[in-house]
């Protein structure tokens, strides 16, 4: 170990963590171009998942308002019996 600790590393601040401060140095254009690849891929797979889980949100949200009211239809006629 070199004294930076875990946190440091992962730092994205400019305070100077070796991976996302000032102490990187090198990569070029290569590691540029992969890290646009990279980050457009990840968008790409956010957006998926965005959609996937509005979806998902909309499907939950219909069974329960239908849910909620089959529970109130039972009650109603279970208390109007008499």
Sequence with gaps: MNGTSWADQWDNSAKGGRIGGSAVSGGGAA???KTAKYKEK????????????????KKLKT????????????????????
């Design 31 to 33: 590691s540029n171009s």
């Design 42 to 57: 990840l968008g790409q797979g956010l957006d998926k998942t965005k959609a996937v889980a509005s979806s998902g949100f």
């Design 63 to 82: 069974s329960s308002a239908i849910g909620f009211s089959w529970v109130k239809a039972k009650y109603y006629k279970i208390t109007n019996k008499h």
